[in-house]
């Protein structure tokens, strides 16, 4: 089936403008994640929605990022006033959701499906 | 990516070292291992990775075994506030974002 789709793949901006990245989860998926990879780096956690819980902010870097979703589907990562510290790879992922226990397909719920990444460039 | 194995739960004493062990044996020569653990209703987080050489930093160790099957994960000294699930995971390079599944991990908890 569908994976996790992410758009655009790329984006180049100018430094001090605002860019909004865009994540469609897989359908039926109520956890929603988004990271940061920087060129040699690991992946650093941003956000982490699930379900109608309040989502986990923790990982936001600064407040020029901010995320939304919209019930259990897409979700939009804006970044305002961007600064050339923020260029990365921008990576959406997604899983079943609930914490413990297996899903009807045998997978983990907590195993995260991720797409292919937002590369951003701010110049 | 290769597949990687990992035992589903383990217990450590608070103060003492926690060993994660990590089997990936069908490991291709570029890809790395990394490390991530997510706290119980919170987002994954990085620990650590590496391709064939010990690596440590702030937070951990990781140790691969020469032929790169197998890895271990080393907290010298376990606080309550490492108790988490803990994920293996290998992937090809450092800036491969190819799609990535993580396992059911090891679920670590520390004991006062």
């Known amino acids: 089936g569908a994976g996790v789709s992410q758009s655009p793949s790329n984006k180049v901006t100018e430094k001090g403008k605002d860019v909004e990245l865009r994540c469609d989860p897989i359908?039926?998926?109520?956890?929603l994640y988004w990271y940061r990879q920087r060129l040699g780096q690991g992946l650093e956690f941003l956000i982490y929605?699930?379900?109608?819980?309040?989502p986990d902010k923790s990982g936001l870097p600064s407040d020029r990022f901010s995320a939304e979703r919209t019930g259990e589907s897409v979700s939009t990562l804006t970044i305002q006033r961007t600064q050339q510290e923020d260029s990365a790879v921008y990576l959406c992922?997604?899983?079943?959701?609930?914490?413990w226990g297996l899903g009807t397909s045998g997978h983990s719920y907590n195993e995260q499906f991720f797409g292919p990444g937002t590369r951003l460039t701010v110049l | 990516d290769a597949k990687t194995t990992q035992p589903p739960s383990m217990d450590c004493a608070e103060g003492r070292a926690a060993n994660l062990p990590c089997n990936h044996s069908?490991?291709?020569?570029?890809?790395?291992v990394y490390w991530y653990r997510q706290i119980h209703s919170q987002g994954p987080q990085y620990i650590i990775h590496?391709?064939?050489n010990n690596e440590t930093n702030e937070m951990a160790s990781l140790i691969i075994t020469e032929d790169r099957k197998s890895s271990t994960l080393i907290l010298p000294h376990a606080t309550l506030r490492d108790t988490a699930v803990y994920y293996c995971?290998?992937?090809?390079?450092?800036?491969?974002?190819?799609?990535?599944?993580f396992g059911p991990g090891t679920s670590l908890s520390v004991i006062p």
């Open positions: 992922a997604s899983s079943l959701g609930t914490y």
């Open positions: 069908t490991i291709s020569g570029n890809e790395y």
């Open positions: 590496g391709l064939k």
């Open positions: 995971i290998v992937r090809v390079g450092e800036t491969s974002y190819d799609k990535v599944i």
């Open positions: 359908s039926g998926h109520t956890a």
């Open positions: 929605f699930q379900g109608n819980s309040a």
